[in-house]
C-alpha cells in the first residue's frame, strides 16, 4: 500500500507531467507502464481513465501558409489534442508548435461573443470605441443600410472588402458579393505576404505561386532567409523530415541571424540583409566560369569549350540552350562583373568561399535546391533579388527535377463560384469599372499578378488612398481575418486611416487594434474548430486539399465568415428590397448533390464546401489523385491525396513567353512594356518611377542593385531584421499564455520579454546590458522593448521577433488592455516601401535604426 500523505507530492508532479496528460487526450488504452504507476492510476477518479471514447475529427490549421491538414480530438464536445491527419500524404501526422496554440485561441475568454457596435463617434488611438452589446438582426441591418445608401446615391465605388487571411470558399465574400454590391474595391492582404516571392519564378519559369521542395532526394541546399522547420510552408512536414535532410544533403542557410534551421545547418552565412542577390549572382558566375552549369538541362557551348571568363563578353550563337532561354546574354548584360572577388566585396563573404560553394552545387546538380523567404524578397527592389536566387535552381538543372523543386500538383477544384454577370444591375456594372483604392496599374505600381499590370493588389498601400481620398473616398468598409493596423508597415497610417473612415464593420474572433476603429464588430467562428472550409497545400511531391469541420459547438454567437455572414447579409439586402445577391445565391451556388438551395446560413456553409470541393468526391477525380465514393467519405477522411509530381513534366513547357526558363526574361520584358505602353511612357520611365534602377535590356535579366535603406546612417547606425516568431499563429496566438511561456522555442528569445537581439560587439559600443529596457527608433517611430545580447545575430543588425506590441487584443497580449501595449510591434518602425513589381510591401532591408535606454 502506497502512503498517499507522504507521496502525493511528487505522486501529482509526476502524473500532471505523463499519466493525467496521456490519460486526458484519450491516446493510451491503459497504464501498463510498472506495477507502481498502475497502482498510483488506479487512485484517479474513473472519469479520468477513460480512453478511446473520443474521436477525432478532420480540420485544417491556418496557423501559417503551410495550410496542414490536422485532426482535433473531441471528448464530451470539448477539444482537447491536435495532430496531423494521419490521411495527408505530405505530413502525415506531424505537427507544428502553432497546432496546439489553437486549443488555447478557441477557448479564449476575450473572444468576441456578441455583435457589438460602437457609441463614440470619435475615432483614434486614444479614443474608447464604447462598444455596446446588439443582435446579429440589428447588426445586419446597420451594416444593409449604409451599403444600400451607397447604392441609392449612385456611390456603390466607395465600399470596400478587406481580406485576411482566407480558405478557398472565400470568393462569395470576397469577390463575388464585391461586384453585386458595385464595387471594384476586394484588397486582400496578399501584398503583405509574399508576393515578391512569387515574382522571381514567374518571370523566369512562368510559375506565380509557391514551389515545393523534394529534400528527400536533395544533396544540397542553399537557404536564402528560409526557416523551414519554423516558418515556411509545410512546417509540420520539414519538422518531421528535417533530421533526415541534414544527414544526406548539405545545407546552407544564408540569414543575419540565427534562425532554427540556420542552428541545424551545416553552415551558416550571416549576411547582410538586403545582400542576398550579391552572393546569388557571385555563385552564378563563378559556376559559368567553372563550368558547373547543369548542361542537360541548360545546353552547352557548340563546340564543348566554356568561353565563361570573368568580365568577357560571349558571342551567343557559340551556344546552344536545351531548355532555356538566354543565359549567354545574361552574363554580357551583367554576370560577367559579379566575379567572387565582386561577391567578396559587397557581402563580406571571401572569395574562396563563395566559388567552394559554386563548386559543391554543381557537384551535387541537380539534385540542389536554392529557397528564397520574405526576408531575402520582400525588400524594395526584391522581385530581382527573387530572380537572382532563382536563377541558380535554373542553372543547376533543379526545376522538376530529383532533390530540387516544382509547382504544386493539380488539385481539381472549384475556386470560383458561378459568374455573377447576369446579376449585376445599371449600379454595379458601373460601379465596378472604378480604380481600386489601392491604386494598383498606376505608373509607380505595375503590381504585374502573372505579368499583367495592375492585376496584383498593393495591400499597404490601401491605406494611402483611403487617408488622402484617392481616387475618392470610402464610406463603408466590411473587413475580415485580418489586422492591418498591426500587421502592415508603418503602422500608423492605418491608424490614421481608418480614424477618417465613416463606417466600417469587422469580422474577427477577437477585438484588435484593426476593431478599435470600427463602427461594429461581429464575432467570427473559429477557422479550426467551428467552421466549415477548405484549403489546398503541397510538399513531398503531391498536394493534399483539406477540409475544416466544426468540431465543438460554436462556443458564442458567432458566424462563420466566407459563407454564413454573406449569406445572411444578402438575406438582409433582399428583405430591403436589393435582392439580387440573395438571388444569386440560391439559383447559382446550391448543393452538388441535390441541386437545392441552403436552408439556412449553417447549411449553406457547407454547400458553399461541397460545391468548391465538388471535382474531388461528386466526380471521379482518379486522373489527378486519390478516389472518393462521395462527400461523406471526404469529410470522414478530411484529405484528398494528389498522385505525387512527374519530375520535368514542365520541360520545353514553360508559361513564359519562350517556353523555357527565361535568364532573359521575355515574360517581363513583355510585362513591362504592357505597363509602359498603358502610361504612353518607355521602360526605363517605368523602372525609374519604381524606384529600381537597371535600364535597358539589364531590366530584363537578374542583376544586382543595391538595397534601398531608410535613414541616414550616422543617424541610425544599425539594420533592422524583422522575423517571425514559432509561435506566432497568423498573428492571432498572442493572447494566449503559451505564447510567452515557451517564447524560447525561437533562437534568441526568452519566456516572457519581447526582446531585441544584438550582437554583444554593438552592445558593447553603445554602452547596453543584458536586460536593459530600450527603445528602438527608425524615421517613422519607436518602440520600447528589452535587449538581449547575443551573437546568433550579425554585427551591425538588431533582431526581433514580431508578434508583441498588441495594444488592444487581450488580457495577455495587451498590458492594459486599450491603452498600454504589451513590448514593441515591429511594424511602428518599418517605414512604408513597395517591391514595386509584384506591389509587395518591403519589411526588411530597408530600415535603419538606432538604441537609446529607456
Avoid at 505530405?90 to 508548435?97: E, L, R
Avoid at 517581363?668 to 511612357?681: C, P, Q, T, Y
Wanted: proline content about 5%; some cysteine.
Amino acid at each position: 500500500m502506497i502512503n498517499n500523505d507522504a507521496f502525493s507530492s511528487s505522486r501529482r508532479t509526476l502524473l500532471k507531467g505523463s499519466l493525467l496528460g496521456t490519460a486526458a487526450t484519450g491516446l493510451s488504452g491503459g497504464f501498463a507502464l510498472s506495477p507502481l504507476l498502475d497502482l498510483m492510476a488506479n487512485e484517479l477518479p474513473k472519469i479520468d481513465l477513460r480512453t478511446n471514447t473520443g474521436s477525432w475529427v478532420p480540420t485544417t490549421c491556418q496557423g501559417c501558409t503551410s495550410w496542414c491538414a490536422k485532426q482535433v480530438y473531441i471528448m464530451d464536445g470539448r477539444a482537447i489534442k491536435v495532430r496531423g491527419n494521419p490521411h495527408s500524404k505530405i505530413h502525415d501526422t506531424a505537427g507544428c508548435p502553432r497546432q496546439h496554440l489553437a486549443l488555447q485561441m478557441v477557448y479564449d475568454q476575450d473572444r468576441l461573443k456578441t455583435p457589438m457596435m460602437r457609441t463614440n463617434p470619435n475615432k483614434g488611438r486614444h479614443e474608447d470605441p464604447k462598444f455596446v452589446p446588439i443582435s446579429w438582426d440589428k447588426a445586419l441591418d446597420m451594416l444593409a443600410d449604409r451599403i444600400l445608401a451607397l447604392r441609392e446615391r449612385g456611390e456603390s465605388h466607395k465600399y470596400a472588402l478587406l481580406r485576411g487571411r482566407y480558405s478557398l470558399a472565400n470568393d462569395l465574400l470576397y469577390d463575388k458579393m464585391t461586384k453585386l454590391i458595385g464595387s471594384p474595391n476586394n484588397i486582400s492582404h496578399s501584398a503583405i505576404c509574399a508576393e515578391a516571392h512569387k515574382a522571381g519564378p514567374f518571370f523566369l519559369d512562368g510559375n506565380w505561386g509557391y514551389n515545393q521542395y523534394d529534400v528527400k532526394n536533395t544533396k544540397y541546399i542553399l537557404s536564402f532567409g528560409a526557416d523551414p522547420i519554423a516558418s515556411n510552408r509545410q512546417v509540420s512536414f520539414y519538422s518531421s523530415e528535417w533530421g533526415n535532410t541534414l544527414d544526406r544533403a548539405k545545407v546552407v542557410v544564408v540569414d543575419p541571424r540565427l534562425s532554427a534551421s540556420a542552428a541545424k545547418a551545416h553552415r551558416w552565412i550571416p549576411i547582410e540583409t538586403g545582400q542576398d542577390s550579391a552572393l546569388a549572382l557571385a555563385i552564378a558566375h563563378e559556376a559559368l566560369v567553372a563550368g558547373l552549369w547543369h548542361k542537360p538541362f541548360v545546353g552547352n557551348f557548340k563546340d564543348d569549350h566554356n568561353r565563361f571568363v570573368a568580365g568577357r563578353e560571349v558571342d551567343e550563337s557559340l551556344f546552344e540552350e536545351k531548355y532555356t532561354h538566354g543565359l549567354v546574354k545574361w552574363w554580357n548584360l551583367a554576370l560577367k562583373e559579379y566575379s567572387a572577388e565582386w561577391g567578396e566585396a559587397v557581402t563580406g563573404i571571401k572569395a574562396e568561399e563563395i566559388r567552394a560553394m559554386a563548386r559543391e552545387m554543381g557537384a551535387a546538380a541537380p539534385a540542389v535546391q536554392v529557397w528564397t523567404a520574405r526576408g531575402a524578397v520582400m525588400q524594395a527592389r526584391g522581385s530581382y533579388t527573387s530572380m537572382a536566387c532563382h536563377a541558380l535552381n535554373g542553372l543547376f538543372g533543379a526545376i522538376d527535377n530529383e532533390g530540387g523543386l516544382f509547382p504544386y500538383n493539380k488539385a481539381p477544384l472549384n475556386k470560383s463560384f458561378p459568374d455573377a454577370a447576369d446579376y449585376l444591375d445599371a449600379i454595379a456594372s458601373k460601379g465596378k469599372k472604378h480604380e481600386k483604392i489601392d491604386q494598383r496599374g498606376r505608373l509607380e505600381f505595375p503590381a504585374m499578378k502573372k505579368g499583367k499590370s495592375g492585376k496584383g493588389v498593393v495591400t499597404n498601400n490601401a491605406a494611402t488612398g483611403i487617408l488622402n481620398a484617392d481616387p475618392y473616398e470610402i464610406e463603408v468598409m466590411l473587413a475580415y481575418f485580418n489586422n492591418f493596423t498591426f500587421a502592415a508597415p508603418e503602422t500608423e497610417r492605418w491608424e490614421k486611416a481608418l480614424s477618417r473612415l465613416p463606417y466600417m464593420a469587422h469580422v474577427t474572433t477577437n477585438i484588435s487594434e484593426f476593431s478599435w476603429f470600427a463602427d461594429l464588430l461581429l464575432p467570427a467562428s473559429h477557422h479550426m474548430f467551428e467552421k466549415w472550409g477548405v484549403l489546398a497545400a503541397a510538399g513531398n511531391g503531391v498536394s493534399h486539399v483539406s477540409l475544416q469541420v466544426p468540431s465543438i459547438k460554436r462556443m458564442y454567437d458567432t458566424r462563420q465568415d466566407e459563407t454564413e455572414l454573406p449569406y445572411l447579409l444578402a438575406k438582409k439586402l433582399a428583405d430591403k428590397g436589393f435582392d439580387n445577391p440573395w438571388r444569386y445565391i440560391n439559383e447559382q451556388i446550391v448543393d452538388p448533390e441535390t441541386g437545392k438551395p441552403a436552408k439556412d446560413s449553417e447549411e449553406f456553409a457547407e454547400i458553399a464546401v461541397k460545391y468548391v470541393t465538388a471535382p474531388l468526391w461528386h466526380q471521379d477525380a482518379s486522373k489527378y489523385g486519390d478516389k472518393l465514393s462521395g462527400w461523406d467519405e471526404f469529410v470522414k477522411l478530411g484529405v484528398w491525396n494528389s498522385h505525387p509530381y512527374d519530375y520535368r513534366k514542365r520541360w520545353g513547357k514553360f508559361k513564359t513567353e519562350t517556353h523555357k526558363f527565361e535568364f532573359f526574361s521575355v515574360t517581363l520584358e513583355h510585362a513591362l512594356a504592357k505597363h509602359a505602353k498603358r502610361h504612353h511612357v518607355s521602360i526605363d520611365e517605368v523602372i525609374k518611377a519604381c524606384e529600381y534602377t537597371g535600364f535597358g535590356e539589364k531590366a530584363f535579366v537578374p542583376h544586382y542593385q543595391d538595397p534601398v535603406r531608410d535613414g541616414d546612417a550616422k543617424a541610425f547606425p544599425l539594420l533592422l531584421v524583422d522575423h517571425k516568431s514559432r509561435l506566432s499563429h497568423e498573428g492571432r496566438s498572442q493572447n494566449g499564455s503559451w505564447f510567452y511561456e515557451f517564447a524560447d522555442v525561437t533562437p534568441g528569445d526568452e519566456p516572457h520579454q519581447d526582446v531585441a537581439k544584438i550582437n554583444p560587439v554593438d552592445a558593447n559600443t553603445l554602452g547596453i546590458k543584458d536586460g536593459d529596457a530600450i527603445r528602438l527608433i527608425s524615421t517613422v517611430g519607436e518602440l520600447t522593448c528589452t535587449a538581449k545580447l547575443w551573437e546568433g545575430v550579425r554585427p551591425g543588425s538588431v533582431a526581433k521577433a514580431f508578434g508583441q506590441g498588441h495594444w488592444a487584443y487581450g488580457r495577455h497580449a495587451a498590458r492594459e488592455f486599450g491603452k498600454t501595449a504589451r513590448g514593441g510591434s515591429n511594424n511602428a518602425i518599418i517605414p512604408a516601401r513597395y517591391d514595386r513589381f509584384s506591389g509587395a510591401s518591403a519589411f526588411y532591408g530597408h530600415t535603419r535604426i538606432r538604441i537609446e535606454k529607456a
